[in-house]
Antibody
């Protein structure tokens, strides 16, 4: 069974930092791209960042570019999101998501499994 | 950046009704379009990818169509458990891999 478990969420002051982790199990982690998607309270889904299978291709949304860093550790089946210079509008539930197997159409980043989410609250 | 829009933003229909949601991309995206369902208080779930390929385990009353800039998600016979917000997403080409704003579906 595919499982994605986020950790590291919490309350942080504006300008502060936080690191989210996602522990994966139930599939060959190194064969799938991984991404973070967030959802502000009462709002829609926002794609945040994507990391390809071997970290050769990394993408960020404009709202987090230069402040957030995605990384992965295939040996430990883990995905990370380092969030710096946090702002109030970064407040959201952050979902760890799995992309399709690398043999699927190259460059395809839809999300077939989602974690339960980690709440990040940025407030003074 | 390619913008994704959805219509309507919300709808209310009766059980058994045929429901269609439209998603439009500001530029052509071939068939690189996914649909997600998010029930109230729950995690989003992938319904369709490749514009029309049903994800494993998704009921056959859901179907997707379209290519280029115009896409549809159809529920052939609305069920109470289909109450949710539905999002489209453009997932290939240059980032961002944008979601549409969502369509909220209720039972009348």
């Amino acid at each position: 069974e595919v499982q994605l478990v986020e950790s590291g969420g919490g309350l942080v002051r504006p300008g502060g930092s936080l690191r989210l982790s996602c522990s994966a199990s139930g599939f060959t982690f190194s064969s799938h791209s991984m991404s973070w998607v967030r959802q502000a309270p009462g709002k829609g889904l926002e794609w945040v960042s994507t990391c390809s299978t071997n970290s050769n291709y990394i993408y960020y949304g404009d709202s987090v570019k230069g402040r957030f860093t995605i990384s992965r550790d295939n040996a430990n089946k883990s995905l990370y999101l380092q969030m710096d210079s946090l702002r109030a509008d970064d407040t959201a539930v952050y979902y760890c998501t799995r992309g399709p197997h690398y043999t699927y159409v190259w460059g395809s980043y839809f999300f077939d499994y989602w974690g339960q989410g980690a709440l990040v609250t940025v407030s003074s | 950046d390619i913008q994704m829009t959805q219509s309507p933003s919300s709808l209310s229909a009766s059980v058994g009704d045929r429901v269609t949601i439209t998603c439009r991309a500001s530029l052509g995206i071939s068939n690189y379009l996914a649909w997600y369902q998010q029930k109230p208080g729950k995690v989003p779930k992938l319904l369709i990818y490749g514009a029309s390929t049903l994800q494993s385990g998704v009921p056959s009353r859901f179907s997707g169509g379209g290519s280029g800039t115009d896409f549809t998600l159809t529920i052939s016979s609305l069920q109470p458990e289909d109450v949710a917000t539905y999002y489209c997403q453009k997932y290939n080409g240059d980032p961002p891999f944008t979601f549409g704003p969502g369509t909220k579906v209720d039972i009348k």
